[in-house]
Each structure stands twice: as C-alpha cells, then as structure tokens.
C-alpha cells in the first residue's frame, strides 16, 4: 500500500526523488564504494570552491549557489528567488538535491513548477562551468526509468484534482464517518488555479457574510443575473442547489478558519448583489500578490487535514477504468509506479483548459492568441478523458482580464499596473471603451482589438507613478517627456493618439505607455452535469458513478465572459459540497 501524505503537511513534505549517477551505480550516500564521477573514463573535474549564478524564473531571476570538490558538487542552494511561494518551492525543494544526489544536469523538471526548475537548472549549469566543469558529462542521458507495477487499492471516493472544488469535496467527505477518501494531484503541489486567483468569494442564501453586509440574492434572482449576462437559458436546478448549498457551507469554512474579510462591503459586480469576502492579506498589501488565494487554499487545507482528509501529489490520472459504461476508478500513474485505485464513485474536479491550445482551438477558436495566467495543470483532463463517454460540453466563452504577459500576469507590483492606464488606445491610437467596461468584459475587448493588445497611457497624475517607474526600470514601460516623443515609441497611429490623449485631458507629463494584452484566468466551456453534479452523456442520462464539479462545470452556472468577482472560488467550493452531499447520501443508502 502506497504511504498517504495528510493534505496540509505535505505543503512542506513536497516528494524528493532518489536518483542514480550516469553509469546506475549508487552514490556513497546510497552504499556505493565511489563517488559518482569519480572512474577515468567518465571523471568530471572541477576547481573547488562555492560559485554563484543566476537565471531568468518565472517572475525574475533566481540565484544558485553551487559548491564543489575536485570531483564532486557537494552542495546546490537556492540563494535567491521571487517567484511564487509553494509552486517555487515544489522545484526548489527538489532540483538541487537531484543535481547533488546524482551528479547530474540531467534533471527533469517539477510538474507544476516548470520554469523555476529551468531556472535552477540553468543557473547551476552556468555555475558549474564556472566551476571548470565538462557540462556534457553532466548532462549525459541515464536510462529511461520504467514505472513499477503497483497493486490496485480501493476507496470509496476518488476526487481528480485538488483546487478549490477538489477540496471543498474533500472536506465535506471527510466529515462522514467510515467514508475512505482519496484525492490525487498532478502536480508537485496541491492547489490549481485557486492558488494563484485572487483571493475573493461570494456567498449567498443567508450566510453570515449576507448578514453582515445586508446584502444577499435569492436563486431566483441569482439565475435571472446571470442568464442576462450570458444571454442564455443555464443549468436552473444546479443552480438552485448551488444556491441552497452556499450559505451552510460558506458558514461551515468560516467557522472552521477560513482567513477572508466577512464584513467586506464589495459587490462581485456593479450590477450585481453579490457581496465578496476577500482573504485577509488583500488588505494588508500593496499590490495583490496572489496571496489571496493561496491563503484561502492554505486554509481549505488545514481544515480537510483535520478533517482526515488524504492526499497523493505527483500523481497523474491517465484514464477512467470504465465497465459497462460506469466508471469503476481511475488509472495512476506517479514518479515511481503505476496502479488502479478502483473507487466507488470518481469526482472529476480537473479544472479548465486554458493551457491546451488544441482544445481552445476546438472550442474558443477566436482566443487562440491569448495567454493563461492560471495554473499549470489546466490542460483539459476532465475533457480528454470522458471524451468517449459521450459527454456534452456546454457553455461558451472565456474568463479573463487584461495585464502585461504570463510571468506578471494582472497581479503584483508590475502586473497591476498594466489595469492603471488612464486611457487605452488600440493600434490606430483610438479608446475602443475598456476604461468603462466590467473587468470580466476586458478579455474580449482586447482580443478583438488589432493585433489583440493595446496601450495603456498615463501621465503624472496617474496615482500609481511609482508603479509605472518600476516598469521603466524593468523594461516593460515606455517613458517620454512629451505625448508627440512617446507616440513614436509606440506601434501605433501616432497623430490619432496625440489627439486622443489630448482629448482625454492628459497632459502633465512625463507620459508613460504599457502595452495590454488579453489572459486568462479560467475557461467557460464545460461538462453538461445534473443538479447533483453528475455527467451526463449525450441522451441526457447519467454516467453512473462519476461526477463533475469547478471550473470543469462551469458553463452550466455562468456564460459568455467571467460574470462576477468571487464566482470562480464560490461556484468551485459549492459545485464540491454539492457533489459530497449527493454522493454521501448516495452510498448511505
């Protein structure tokens, strides 16, 4: 039986991996008799000492220090970093020790984690030639590792993914006696998209959070707002469940420490009456750093630990096991092993597929061009794999907003000022009414624009001068005394500019111009289910035994462009306690 990691410990439990040297032989730490290297043939030599470099990361450069012997690299540390807490962390905890353990650059790179593990991959190889090292005795090819053949397990329920909605199931699972739980995730750390979201969810029916704002909706002004927005007839009975499920379990989280502002006044959307209780850091920091999210996940965490919850990382789900048209369990497959964990009932909280530009091209064809600012294990898995199940995908569009490219995304001191332009001017230097439209309605704005991007401009009395600076600094901003020098800078129709900034009234210069393009934040398009969550196929019957929730389902709940501030997080965690209730009570009976 595979050891089963508890879900809050294992953010600092990330999974290490064994490794051999080039030629299989055992390092002495594992009880070879030399040190890998260390035979003529194949002897790396390097200049003792300690060497540092650095190497471009996610969102800056990280820096390694790397220390060696005549012939051996005794020591790789991460020195200094600026990217994402937990997903760097997940690389930063591996990668040095692989480097160390098998006197190797041949390292492969941390699911989830990718361009950190670049970074220290890259960062070690400079050092290391700095060290007088042959580098391509360093990254010579091992064997190809054959995954071990594991015995199956059983469960009660397997839950695929461990973003908002896999948690939310989680901990509404885990509160029911004698029910045997199980939650895979591909990446080295647990959390998707709702680690790196902003931080916000509503709640509504009656909750504390209503209470305390005065502010609530009924469900049926909850459809009829978002069936206006979408401009089509949506999932009424989940929605209605939705509803009727929000305000126990928003209270339940509350209640049990979930770290968010319940006494917020902030509504989801102009129009709406939805109030948003943000995490705690939001108020608390300058620019949003995403930790918002990562403080609600954090904390989604530690309540499904004490739950009993349980948790596998690194642990992908390769396909359904399928008999008779129900779904009998899943196909794993981890760093070491593969196996079957056969489960009574598979809830499938996979995400979206904002990171699989085959399925955006089948399904939003029109965003093909834009670029995802979510979580690395958004590549569509719920698609592909019940795609021969005769599944119905409904809902169209995309979620998204505006900022400056995928390292800085909308958030943090530079992506935040890619939303402060006091106007935005397309290619042909006109406004096309981004400063008035709804954040959820920038996507489409910019995608349709020439090129899919504009500029964002300001002058000096911009409130975020100090931001815009930064960006110069970085490169990311354009800067000039007057609107004539920065129209030259600038790929655009420099006369209709000059008119139009005039026209806006900015004229206390220095000016500055970002360039703005469209990102995502989710994917619309999902799984049709029932009420209860469950899959359907295309005759409308259930697919008996599975269930779908979160972002993989949202197309039932919301349409056209993201509704609402909170509706990721809310439809995610109440889609979760919807299918666990179901599913409880199901396999009570």
């Not at 590792?145 to 461990?162: R, W």
């Not at 080295?188 to 909750?207: D, E, F, K, L, Q």
Request: net charge negative.
């Amino acid at each position: 039986m595979k050891k089963i990691i508890s879900i809050f410990l294992v953010l600092m439990l990330l999974i290490g991996v064994t490794a051999c040297n080039d030629n299989g032989n055992k390092t002495p730490a594992e009880g070879g008799e030399t040190a890998p290297g260390t035979a003529d043939e194949n002897a790396v030599k390097f200049t003792p000492g300690k060497y540092t470099a650095s190497a471009m990361g996610m969102k800056g450069d990280l820096t390694v220090e790397v220390e060696v012997d005549d012939n051996n690299i005794k020591a790789v540390k991460v020195v200094d970093n600026v990217d994402t807490k937990v997903i760097a962390d997940a690389a930063i905890n591996v990668i040095p020790d692989k480097i160390v353990e098998g006197q190797t650059l041949k390292v492969d790179t941390v699911s989830g984690a990718t361009m950190t593990s670049l970074a220290i991959l890259r960062a070690a190889e400079e050092a290391l030639t700095d060290a007088g090292a042959d580098i391509s005795l360093l990254k010579a090819a091992s064997e190809e590792k054959v995954l071990k053949d594991e015995p199956a397990e059983e469960y009660d329920v397997v839950i695929v993914g461990s973003g908002a909605s896999g948690m939310s199931a989680a901990i509404q699972l885990s509160r029911q006696e004698n029910l045997k739980v199980l939650v895979l995730e591909k990446l080295a750390y647990p959390g998707g998209s709702s680690r790196v979201c902003g931080g916000g969810i509503w709640a509504i029916g009656g909750s504390v959070l209503n209470e305390n704002v005065g502010v609530d909706y009924t469900a049926d002004e909850y459809i009829e707002f978002m069936e206006t927005l979408g401009e089509t007839t949506l999932n009424r009975e989940l929605m209605k469940n939705i509803h009727g499920i929000s305000a126990e379990t928003f209270d339940y989280l509350i209640e049990n420490g979930l770290s968010v502002n319940i006494e917020n006044k902030s509504l989801g959307h102009p129009l709406s009456q939805f109030p948003v209780a943000w995490a705690n850091t939001n108020a608390t920091v300058k620019y949003n750093e995403g930790y918002g999210g990562k403080e609600i996940m954090d904390a989604m965490f530690e309540i499904a630990n004490e739950n009993g919850a349980e948790l596998r990382l690194n642990s992908k789900v390769t396909s359904l096991v399928v008999e008779d048209g129900a779904v009998k369990g899943v196909n794993v497959e981890d760093l070491d092993s593969k196996y079957t964990v056969n489960a009574k009932k598979v809830i499938l909280a996979t995400g979206g597929f904002t990171r699989n530009a085959d399925l955006i091209k089948e399904l939003e064809p029109e965003y093909s061009s834009v670029f995802a600012f979510t979580g690395a294990g958004s590549t569509g898995d719920g698609f592909t794999m019940t795609k021969e199940l005769d599944t119905v995908i409904v809902g169209e569009g995309m979620m998204g907003l505006t900022g400056y490219n995928p390292n800085y995304g909308y958030y943090g001191a530079e992506g935040a000022i890619a939303r402060k332009g006091q106007i935005y001017i397309n290619k042909e230097g006109k406004q096309f009414g981004a400063e008035k439209a709804f954040y959820g309605e920038t996507l489409a704005l910019f995608n349709n624009q020439t090129d899919h991007m504009a500029y964002g401009i300001c002058d000096q009395s911009n409130s975020d001068v100090e931001g815009f600076e930064n960006g110069v600094n970085l490169g990311i901003v354009k800067k000039a005394d007057t609107i004539e020098e920065l129209a030259s800078q600038l790929d655009v129709d420099a006369d209709a500019m000059i008119q139009t900034v005039k026209e806006n009234g900015i004229e206390n210069g220095p000016y500055y111009a970002i360039e703005v393009r469209p990102l995502f934040i989710g994917s619309i398009p999902g799984l049709k289910v029932t009420e209860n969550t469950e899959v359907v196929n295309s005759k409308d019957e259930v697919i008996p035994n599975l269930y779908a929730i979160g972002e993989l389902t949202f197309g039932n709940s919301f349409n056209k462009y993201y509704p609402s501030s909170g509706t990721g997080m809310g439809t995610s965690v109440y889609t979760g306690a919807i299918a666990a209730k179901h599913i409880a009570e199901q396999l009570a009976e």
